[in-house]
């Protein structure tokens, strides 16, 4: 069975930057794309980065383009986001979640879009 776990929250001054990890452990997490999300206080968990299965394909929202990075290492089975430059309006719980229907070649993973999640890292920026 497969199981996310993400890693690397915490907070930070405005301009500063943090690396998030999402650990997939399971026989076919290798075989799926991963997507970040983030649900900031009071509102809806939105699509924030994803990439494929291979890595051969990432997208990114709007708001966070050309700020965060992400990547997936060798064996597949951990994924980076790399957040440069952050702002306030980051400040959100992070969570990955398993692509189990390739969404990402498509464009920005979306909530309705996943079926397995992690249970999120907090990231705050302060001003």
């Known amino acids: 069975q497969l199981e996310l776990v993400e890693f690397g929250g915490g907070s930070v001054q405005s301009g500063g930057s943090l690396r998030l990890a999402c650990v997939a452990s399971?026989?076919?997490?290798?075989?799926?794309?991963i997507a970040w999300l983030r649900q900031a206080p009071g509102t809806e968990r939105e699509g924030v980065s994803c990439v494929t299965d291979s890595g051969d394909i990432t997208n990114y929202a709007e708001a966070v383009k050309g700020r965060f990075t992400v990547s997936r290492d060798d064996g597949r089975k951990t994924i980076y986001l790399q957040m440069n430059h952050l702002k306030p309006e980051d400040t959100a719980v992070y969570y990955c979640?398993?692509?189990?229907?390739?969404?990402?070649?498509?464009?920005?993973?979306?909530?309705?879009?996943?079926?397995?999640w992690g249970h999120g890292t907090q990231v705050t920026v302060s001003s």
């Open positions: 399971g026989i076919t997490a290798e075989s799926f794309g």
């Open positions: 979640a398993l692509d189990a229907h390739d969404w990402c070649r498509k464009g920005v993973v979306q909530e309705e879009n996943v079926v397995y």
